[in-house]
């Protein structure tokens, strides 16, 4: 049985009538229909499964709503998988997933069964204007510049130039206020300064003795006299005491004083400021990203995305016994800005 609807404006030739000619324009073969297309009670059946679909959307709204203004939002409930969950959102996301789940497939059912199914061919037209439309054009435009009064008015064409060709520096010239780049000025803190080298309390500002350090005592500190919240940004300290023994190498020993060690307080990942330390494993870890240090090994990064070890303050006490930075960090703190090559 054929049905060879030929919807195709004369070009539905025959797949076999043009075999032997690679070139011919082969048309669209011809057009098989669906049962709904040929049996009306498959097709009402159809509509009948799209509008049931629809139906279900609908009450499963009315659901939403009921379990909105109905179920207590403290209620749970236990569901096999799942474990035990909190009922509202259970009922609501099922609701209304299912709702929106019930309109796209009576959509698509209704598209496939329904809606009508015959191939067509929209052809390419040339998007190049025809001759008279292209010598219009240029009329238009000609009449424009002489409208303009342009060709007569040279002072105006003149200055109208001068306008828009400095008229591109004025944003040019804002980029400078992205600058000076800060080249060495971010390598330093106020640690480099002899005279900021005293250490204290980041909250009180008392100079720190090694009698205030327990083991697994951390402290955040800072330098004496700070100068500006920037250079608090670039400067915190953690103070962390490790038995000596735990202390992976002497030259680490030898940077902080009888078990106690100073570590930038500034992630090198993104600058978020550290805090969490846990005193069994010596690890640090940067709430922002979980980049992790372990701090009785130069800070070395044993998880997470920072690319840089923490780096290290040298530390000893001074005449009076208080605690007080031997210089500057033995690494550029912060994000590593500084590997990007200008700085
Ligand atoms: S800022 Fe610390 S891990 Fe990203």
Same mark, same amino acid.
């Given at each position: 049985?054929?049905? *060879?609807?030929d919807?195709? +404006? *004369?070009?539905?030739?025959?797949l076999?009538?043009?075999e032997?000619?690679?070139? /011919?324009? @082969?048309?669209?073969?011809?057009?098989?229909p669906?049962?709904?297309?040929?049996?009306a009670?498959?097709a009402n059946?159809?509509?009948?499964?799209?509008?049931?679909l !629809?139906g279900?959307?609908?009450i499963?709204?009315?659901?939403?709503?009921?379990? !909105?203004?109905?179920?207590?939002?403290?209620?749970?409930?236990?569901?096999? +998988?799942?474990?035990?969950?909190?009922? =509202?959102? !259970?009922?609501? +996301?099922?609701? =209304?997933g299912?709702?929106?789940?019930?309109?796209?497939?009576g /959509?698509?059912?209704?598209?496939?069964?329904?809606m009508?199914?015959?191939?067509?061919v &929209?052809?390419?037209h040339?998007?190049?204007?025809?001759?008279? &439309?292209?010598?219009?054009?240029?009329e238009? $435009?000609? #009449?424009g510049?002489?409208?303009?009064?342009?060709?007569?008015?040279?002072?105006?064409?003149?200055?109208?130039?001068?306008?828009?060709? =400095?008229f591109?520096? $004025?944003?040019?010239? /804002?980029?400078?206020?992205?600058?000076?780049?800060?080249?060495?000025?971010?390598r330093g803190?106020?640690?480099?300064?002899?005279e900021?080298r005293?250490?204290?309390h980041?909250?009180?500002?008392?100079?720190?003795? @090694?009698?205030?350090?327990?083991?697994?005592?951390?402290?955040s500190?800072?330098?004496?006299?700070?100068?500006?919240?920037?250079?608090? /940004?670039?400067?915190a300290?953690?103070?962390?005491?490790?038995?000596p023994?735990?202390?992976?190498?002497?030259?680490?020993?030898?940077? *902080?004083?009888?078990?106690i060690?100073a570590?930038?307080?500034?992630?090198?990942?993104?600058?978020?400021p550290?805090?969490?330390?846990?005193?069994?494993t010596?690890?640090?870890?940067c709430?922002?990203? #979980?980049?992790?240090?372990?701090?009785?090994?130069f800070?070395?990064v044993?998880?997470g995305?920072?690319?840089?070890?923490?780096?290290?303050?040298?530390?000893?006490?001074?005449?009076?016994?208080?605690?007080? $930075?031997?210089?500057? !960090?033995?690494?550029?703190? *912060?994000?590593?800005?500084?590997?990007?090559?200008?700085?």
């Amino acid at each position: 049985m054929s049905y *060879g609807i030929d919807t195709h +404006g *004369g070009h539905g030739t025959d797949l076999a009538q043009v075999e032997g000619d690679p070139f /011919a324009d @082969p048309g669209l073969p011809h057009h098989t229909p669906r049962r709904t297309d040929i049996d009306a009670r498959a097709a009402n059946r159809a509509e009948r499964q799209v509008a049931g679909l !629809f139906g279900l959307s609908t009450i499963l709204t009315i659901g939403f709503i009921v379990a !909105f203004v109905s179920i207590d939002k403290e209620d749970t409930m236990y569901v096999v +998988g799942l474990g035990t969950i909190n009922s =509202l959102n !259970f009922a609501l +996301g099922v609701t =209304l997933g299912g709702s929106l789940l019930c309109i796209g497939f009576g /959509a698509i059912h209704w598209a496939r069964k329904l809606m009508n199914a015959e191939e067509i061919v &929209d052809y390419r037209h040339p998007m190049k204007s025809s001759p008279e &439309d292209t010598a219009d054009a240029l009329e238009l $435009a000609k #009449q424009g510049v002489a409208d303009s009064a342009l060709p007569r008015r040279k002072l105006i064409w003149t200055s109208l130039i001068g306008a828009m060709a =400095l008229f591109p520096l $004025a944003p040019v010239i /804002a980029l400078r206020d992205l600058g000076p780049l800060p080249h060495k000025k971010l390598r330093g803190t106020l640690w480099d300064k002899p005279e900021h080298r005293e250490i204290v309390h980041a909250n009180d500002e008392r100079r720190l003795k @090694p009698s205030d350090f327990a083991l697994g005592t951390m402290i955040s500190a800072k330098p004496n006299d700070l100068e500006s919240l920037e250079d608090l /940004a670039k400067a915190a300290i953690v103070l962390i005491k490790i038995n000596p023994q735990e202390i992976r190498s002497k030259e680490l020993a030898d940077r *902080g004083y009888r078990g106690i060690l100073a570590y930038s307080k500034i992630c090198p990942h993104a600058g978020c400021p550290l805090g969490l330390y846990e005193d069994e494993t010596h690890h640090m870890l940067c709430p922002c990203h #979980q980049s992790t240090f372990d701090l009785a090994d130069f800070g070395r990064v044993v998880f997470g995305p920072s690319a840089r070890n923490l780096p290290t303050l040298a530390i000893t006490v001074d005449d009076e016994g208080f605690l007080v $930075a031997k210089g500057g !960090f033995d690494e550029p703190v *912060g994000p590593t800005f500084f590997e990007r090559g200008d700085a």
